[in-house]
């Protein structure tokens, strides 16, 4: 890859982190002016950055405004992008279904989940907040396979997320499906507990959880 | 088992003038659960003043906590200002629709008395339980502190990101919140009750400490100064991480700090005596999941560490009691902190 290239896919990452739209969407442009491929801009420039935002989240520099700041910057790049992708099947991401869980008012820490995630080049099909165990059910019957993600930040719902995965296995769904829980009530030994195949502690956490439980898919299809 | 010499109320009181107590306070944040533990269904218990009230009377003759808390969600207060909520039949109510989901929208935002709505019957459940027990206990009443009423009002995915691209929005929200706000205690205490500020998206897993002192701390600070003219002490209640914001609730000015996901033993060494701490058993993991010997074994560390809080200590649960906690569960705090708990 040219300097050239390498100093755009530079100049998205540092857009996003420094909480500039404009800036990000200037450089998208800039980008395919120049012939950079749409897809490595996204992948190692936009989502680049993202994680990097992700790191100092980790490390208390950065809180929930500046994530969805930072993230409004990586959506808005995304859009002047996207179309000029070609698509091909090694560029055919993972679906990850992702809610609230039913009965809970929060979905701030979901959206952190979620803009991570996509930093990562999953397939995010958001179902919202106070989603029914019916819901994340017919989601995933339509997406066929992939991963199922459910959060809470309330106590009080925990038992419902038990719901989600019995009625995975009544639909025959459960062997296609990856299924991480998180939000502060949960825990590994809950996840374990309530038979689902992960925990996340915070966003980092549940997007290595989410490529893991990838890979499981994916030797599952092939083997 | 160790018996209580004390009645609630005389506890209190002596907590409150530094006389001497049989042991610490304890106060189990007793919410939505006590409708729950009664068997009323939520829907029912947070719109009808006098079944909230009888909930939290039931609640208290078979806990006998220390203070009784009459709350159903942090959304009354938005709720009276325009924000649309949505009531499951046996769950707490939620936000729908805020009232200013655009910026230029603040036509939908209407000024409201301090006994509008739901705020009357949490009004009303103040003078139910005060009538029935208000000789031995002391009732309070908590409700949102501005910041998260403000959430309440814009959304919060939207106020977060406010405070980078609207501030002006942000701040005018926020006043519209404390001046409610300030009128709701001033109701809350000429009713009898004692209110308790509640600031649950102003916490440190939302926020960082420069974004809470710009945007929360000075309207907390206005709040908390209002009711401690008016003679109270000012309890401050705020859950999730709360160790990256310790030091700025400190500045909010109030008496007795209520905290939630940092080790008592830090914040015992971070406070000092410039504050009393309450907390922290678990709500999720001990209080919810755990069983009685799991509650006993926290009360017994927690209460070994608030004898060297220098402000001063109060048992209590880290947030609220989750609603289908075993009663039993509840019931093992209390005995916990007649047990391990004792001052004489």
């Known amino acids: 890859m040219t300097t050239n290239a390498n100093d755009i896919l530079q100049e998205l990452a540092r857009m996003v982190v420094n909480m500039d739209e404009q800036g990000a969407v200037a450089a998208a442009h800039r980008a395919l002016e120049r012939g950079v491929d749409p897809y490595v801009a996204i992948t190692e420039g936009l989502s680049a950055g993202m994680r990097e935002v992700g790191e100092l989240y980790d490390r208390g520099e950065y809180f929930v405004p500046e994530i969805l700041v930072c993230s409004d910057a990586m959506y ?38 979620k803009i991570m995630l996509e930093a990562a080049g999953f397939d995010v099909r958001d179902l919202g907040r106070d989603v029914s165990a019916e819901s994340f059910v017919n989601a995933a019957r339509e997406a066929g396979s992939g991963i199922v993600g459910i959060s809470t930040l309330m106590s009080t719902t925990l038992r419902n997320m038990t719901k989600v995965i019995q009625g995975l296995c009544d639909a025959g769904l459960r062997q296609s499906f990856g299924v991480m829980i998180g939000g502060s009530p949960t825990s590994a030994a809950f996840a374990r507990q309530i038979g689902a195949d992960g925990h996340g502690r915070d966003a980092k956490d549940a997007v290595e959880l989410a490529q893991a439980l990838a890979g499981r898919l994916a030797w599952r299809k092939t083997g | 088992m160790a018996q209580d010499r004390m009645s609630p109320k005389e506890r209190l009181n002596g907590f409150l003038t530094g006389g001497r107590l049989d042991r610490f306070l304890c106060v189990p944040l007793v919410l939505n659960h006590a409708a729950r533990m009664s068997g009323v269904k939520i829907g029912a218990h947070n719109r009808d003043g006098r079944i909230m009230g009888e909930c939290h009377v039931e609640a208290y003759r078979r806990y006998r906590q220390d203070l009784i808390t009459i709350f159903s969600d942090t959304a009354v207060l938005a709720e009276a200002l325009g924000t649309e909520l949505r009531y499951p039949d046996d769950d707490v109510p939620r936000v729908e629709r805020p009232a200013v989901t655009d910026p230029d929208d603040r036509s939908r935002l209407r000024s409201a008395a301090a006994d509008a709505g739901r705020l009357g019957v949490c009004l009303q459940a103040i003078g139910t339980a005060v009538a029935a027990v208000g000789d031995e206990v002391a009732v309070s009443c908590c409700f949102a502190a501005p910041f998260t009423t403000a959430a309440c009002l814009r959304g919060t995915d939207q106020i977060a990101r406010d405070l980078y691209r609207n501030k002006d929005l942000t701040h005018e929200l926020l006043r519209m919140s404390l001046d409610l706000g300030k009128r709701f205690a001033d109701a809350v205490i000429d009713a009898g009750g004692v209110p308790v500020v509640v600031d649950p998206v102003a916490t440190g897993s939302v926020l960082g400490e420069a974004h809470f002192r710009e945007f929360a701390l000075p309207y907390l600070q206005q709040l908390d100064a209002h009711i401690a003219r008016r003679g109270l002490p000012v309890v401050l209640h705020i859950c999730g991480q709360t160790s990256r914001i310790l030091d700025a609730m400190l500045d909010a000015g109030a008496a007795l700090l209520s905290v939630d996901d940092i080790s008592m033993a830090e914040a015992r060494d971070r406070v000092g005596d410039r504050a009393a701490l309450m907390g922290n058993v678990r709500p999720a993991q001990t209080l919810l999941q755990g069983t009685p010997e799991d509650v006993l074994r926290e009360v017994r560390e927690l209460c070994a560490i608030g004898r060297e809080c220098k402000g001063g200590f109060v048992l209590g649960s880290g947030c609220e009691v989750p609603i289908d906690s075993p009663p039993e569960n509840v019931e093992a705090m209390m005995a916990g902190v007649r047990e391990h708990g004792r001052l004489d």
């Open chain 1, 76 to 113: 808005a790049a995304i859009a002047v992008l996207k179309p000029h992708i070609e698509t091909s099947p090694d560029r055919t991401p993972v679906t990850v279904i992702l809610g609230v869980i039913e009965g809970d008012i929060h979905d701030i820490g979901k959206n952190i989940v």
